[in-house]
RNA sequence: GGCGGUGUGGCGGAAUUGGUAGACGCGAACGACUCAAAAUCGUUUUCCAAUCGGAGUGCGGGUUCGAGUCCCGCCACCGCUACCA
């Protein structure tokens, strides 16, 4: 009878099991028409050689809702794959003098090593690297068909290179003026690059965010942000009585409803009419060069003092012959964005207010708010500006068209339209969005498909001689692109003339390379980017799930590219919108163990370096700090490897606990605590079984309708949860559920049904003890090809419910009442209870609500 | 400045979407077992009062029989973005 030698052991089932669903072929896709289709996709990883603990979140959430799908009657495509181009294979090649391909194949070995053992229900046979010839000759399939649709071009741009990653950078690949890899200034040069036409789609990327309802609110916000769209009026000042080449200063303005306010015209130091004056005025020539010293990325932007210096040009106002405006050249005014010039109405805006008051301008209020209450003190006495939003509506005193009061958004049309009909300018529609260049100037990337040829120009490649495979002798002793250098690569002959030409040297992005890989894994070895059928079948996406860090490139691209494909007949239109439902997890976080050394500075331990309870580093004994809650990195010491985790505890107990704490969208804090606990209740959930498998069979039966109600109450709650990323939440009930399974007298066949139940629900998260718990009680085959249980109405509500009574709202009482009990029944019962009485002092209630099967208000 | 989000015990967080606030876990305290410790099990744990009670979901107001949840006005913190014309 005392047989507790046998406890949880994580490492000697979980492999078992592991085996089992492998040869039972559970998670390998195939297409069938008999069950709905469901395509769940974590952002894949890029191959860093190392498994951290935010992938284990990440993937862990795709795994639930994958065998809860599973098990919902649902055919499931969860695949994985690497995205595996890029800098940092070149760097260690150039550090460590390997070659990035073999860095990057030992580091997806590595990684795929780390991941098995986690129990992932993955279809391994989809998997490819954005790195294999095979993926990345498909994808200069794609290149050349959109190449063909006019989807790419090749243009000379003023682009953004990184003087460290010596490449050149994507609008959206610049941070506050910096490289978002390098983080190196970044500088101004004109090259000729390939570019996809996005801005071509930018109005349908925005619009059809509206339709994206399972998307993040805050997703959309930051796309929509970033594409950009204003409305305004592009028009001229004519420059009066000047000898310089220039006859007009062209601007573009949100607001041309206070062009009746403008008091100056202000231009750019880089502006060209800036930069032909400053070439016969040292003191502009000086002032301009400080302008451009100060870097815009500075944070001192905002309290930088706006500065100007007055030209001897004067422009003639559109609207009046003879009313003149002075030209500035301002410090604030940037040459890309606009045109690089700006006319100011200091009334309606706050910048342009100051400057005005500096240099002893015009204020020229052209609305005041459409009910002034209380005293109103105009721009022009020293009030500040006014800038109501413009959606209000307002009281125009100088408006240009429309009508006295209206909204800014009308002022707005009205003007465009007077502004139209009088020849002055013209209404147009500009988004920040640019094309996305997509040339980079490095070896390890996909290389683009491209010839140049003397005779024919610039000549695409021939489908049948893709893939143009990357050289494997290549060195990175120098700086610059290893293509560049080599021998003989780029070497060939035209496929038009066929006498000798070059091939395009630069790669792509590796933006690229994720751009579609959500649409390969349909098909991953299809002899076309895609196969019709397959991506027919399996797409779109039914859940994606990754990091917020991605949601304006990663999924901006995405979403064009998706586009692109249908264009090109790669995807069908049902498919524009890629990703049906997306979700953004937090990271993942830990404290920071710090000391100081003798001069000051500080100290970062381990984890397993210190000792928590003593408060004392193990090695040396002094007392260490903590920072609570911060991203996990190597700087800081405050990483645990998952590897540690899942051979201190196994894996399900890392799966559980990287689930249970907090809600998935926001960040967890990684505690040995919090992993301990999670792993003491695994073991208290095995004991149980093994406890129950070993029950005698006569035994009191005085429990069993108690616990079959919270059981059917656990699977709907449980189910509730697993529907809405309420794992957390699931998981809270679980734990509910095991406390009173462990305390519950119920037979042996219900206490029986009942842990057959909790590792059947159990199972999304926590899948080789589900399994073994189900073989400890010699169920048939395996949980994850059972069915997932459904909850009994008849159990949810019982028969004797308890209702609260309260009195004026608040609870006062209790009763216990049948079910189907009337709601007059239940008044009178509610007012015969003693506590109720007492507080009514004899008197009748002014009303009594009662709201069967929830509760009962008296109101005195 | 703009956009988005968050605010509930010592901590992470629940709350069927207007119906018993604080589920579940961590931490803490006490107890049982033990020579002792670990492990395990049990009890308590929002605050004030310690008896009846009272207060309570960032603050102020409102709607309602009833508000963490809805409305109006503030405050604080976080994220993204920006001299955006």
Redo the contacts with the bound molecule.
């Keep these: 009878m005392k047989s507790l030698m046998k406890r949880y052991n994580p490492a000697e089932i979980e492999g078992k099991w592991q085996t089992q669903w492998d040869q039972a072929d559970i998670f390998k896709a195939k297409r069938s028409t008999d069950k709905p289709k469901y395509y769940v996709l974590e952002m894949f990883p890029y191959p860093s050689g190392r498994i951290h603990i935010g992938h284990v979140r990440n993937y862990t959430m795709g795994d639930v809702i994958t065998r809860y799908k599973i098990a919902t009657g649902h055919n499931v495509l969860h695949p994985m794959g690497f995205d595996a181009f890029g800098m940092p294979a070149e760097n260690a090649a150039m550090e460590s003098g390997g070659h990035p391909k073999e860095w990057t194949y030992q580091n997806i070995s590595d990684m795929v090593a780390q991941l098995k053992p986690l129990g992932f229900g993955l279809d391994w046979s989809r998997m490819f690297a954005t790195c294999d010839p095979e993926y990345y000759g498909q994808q200069q399939a794609l290149f050349l068909d959109m190449l063909e649709a006019g989807l790419v071009y090749r243009k000379n741009a003023v682009v953004n290179w990184d003087p460290v990653d010596m490449t050149v950078l994507a609008n959206e690949q610049v941070?506050?003026g910096k490289g978002w890899r390098s983080g190196a200034e970044v500088e101004r040069r004109e090259l000729t690059q390939w570019f996809f036409k996005i801005s071509d789609m930018a109005e349908d990327l925005r619009t059809a965010l509206d339709t994206l309802e399972n998307w993040p609110?805050?997703v959309r916000?930051?796309q929509e942000?970033w594409i950009?769209k204003?409305r305004?009026l592009d028009f001229s000042f004519s420059i009066k009585n000047s000898q310089i080449p220039y006859k007009e200063i062209n601007v573009?303005?949100?607001?041309p409803d206070t062009l009746l306010g403008a008091s100056f015209v202000a231009i750019?130091p880089d502006h060209p009419i800036s930069k032909f004056l400053e070439r016969n005025d040292a003191n502009l020539a000086k002032f301009n060069a400080e302008c451009r010293k100060?870097n815009?990325s500075e944070e001192a932007?905002?309290k930088?003092e706006?500065r100007g210096f007055k030209t001897a040009l004067n422009v003639q106002h559109p609207y009046h012959e003879n009313w003149k405006l002075p030209v500035y050249v301002a410090?604030?005014?940037?040459m890309d964005?606009?045109t690089?010039a700006?006319?100011g109405c200091p009334a309606h805006d706050q910048?342009d207010l100051d400057f005005a008051r500096k240099y002893e301008l015009p204020i020229i209020s052209t609305f005041i708010p459409a009910k002034v209450e209380e005293p109103w003190m105009y721009p022009e006495d020293g009030g500040k500006a006014f800038v109501p939003p413009k959606s209000e509506q307002v009281k125009y005193i100088k408006a240009l068209a429309g009508t006295d009061f209206q909204t800014g958004i009308e002022a707005v049309e009205a003007a465009i339209a007077h502004c139209e009909e009088h020849n002055i300018g013209k209404g147009v529609t500009r988004y920040?969005l640019r094309d996305w260049g997509l040339s980079r100037q490095r070896y390890w990337g996909c290389p683009i498909p491209v010839i140049y040829c003397k005779q024919c120009g610039v000549v695409p490649e021939r489908k049948s001689n893709l893939p143009i495979l990357l050289p494997d002798d290549v060195s990175f002793d120098s700086p610059g692109n290893p293509l560049d250098r080599h021998p003989s690569w780029r070497k060939t002959t035209c496929p038009i003339c066929g006498n000798p030409a070059v091939r395009e040297t630069d790669t792509m992005d590796t933006f690229v390379d994720s751009s579609w890989y959500f649409a390969r894994f349909t098909a991953p070895r299809a002899k076309t980017p895609t196969n019709l059928e397959d991506v027919n079948y399996w797409m779109n996406v039914d859940q994606y799930i990754g990091g917020i860090e991605h949601a304006i490139l990663h999924l901006l691209y995405s979403r064009f590219f998706a586009r692109a494909m249908h264009i090109t007949s790669h995807l069908p239109e049902s498919c524009a919108e890629p990703f049906d439902a997306l979700f953004t997890q937090g990271m993942v976080t830990h404290s920071i163990y710090q000391t100081k050394d003798a001069k000051g500075r500080s100290v970062y331990h381990l984890p397993e370096e210190v000792d928590l309870d003593k408060r004392i580093v193990k090695a040396t004994g002094e007392v260490f700090e903590i920072i609570p809650s911060a991203k996990m990195s190597k700087s800081k010491k405050n990483v645990v490897d998952p590897t540690d985790i899942i051979s201190k505890y196994g894996a399900d107990t890392a799966r559980w606990f990287i689930l249970s704490?907090?809600?998935p969208e926001?960040?967890?804090?990684w505690?040995a605590?919090?992993a301990e606990?999670a792993h003491?209740h695994l073991?208290?959930v095995w004991a149980l079984s093994d406890q129950i498998a070993r029950l005698e069979k006569h035994n009191s039966e005085q429990d069993d309708q108690a616990l079959l109600e919270i059981m059917h109450k656990t699977i709907f709650d449980v189910t509730q949860g697993l529907e809405s990323f309420?794992f957390?939440?699931a998981i809270?009930k679980l734990?509910?559920f095991t406390?009173a399974l462990?305390?519950s007298k119920a037979s042996k066949l219900i206490q029986r049904q009942a842990i057959l139940i909790l590792a059947q629900l159990m199972a999304p998260m926590t899948p080789h003890l589900s399994e073994e718990i189900w073989s400890m009680q010699g169920a048939e085959g395996l949980v994850i090809q059972t069915n997932w249980p459904q909850a009994d109405e008849d159990f949810l509500v019982s028969n004797i419910i308890?209702m609260?009574i309260?009195v004026?709202?608040k609870?006062r009482a209790?009763i216990q009442v049948e079910r189907d009990l009337s709601v007059a029944q239940i008044e009178q019962n509610a007012l015969s209870v003693e506590i109720i009485k007492k507080a009514l002092n004899g008197t009748k209630p002014k009303?009594v609500?009662v709201?069967p099967g929830?509760?009962i208000?008296v109101?005195i």
Excluded at 252 to 255: A, K, L, S, V
Excluded at 666 to 669: F, G, H, K, N, Q
């Design positions: 941070i506050d609110k805050k916000a930051m942000n950009g204003s305004g573009y303005t949100t607001r750019s100060l815009t932007l905002e930088a706006k410090n604030f005014v940037l964005y606009g690089g700006i006319f910048r920040r704490d907090s809600p926001r960040d967890v804090e505690t605590a919090g606990a003491k073991t208290r309420g957390n939440a809270a734990y509910a406390n462990s305390k308890t609260p309260q004026n709202g609870r209790e009303k609500i709201v929830r509760i208000n109101v």
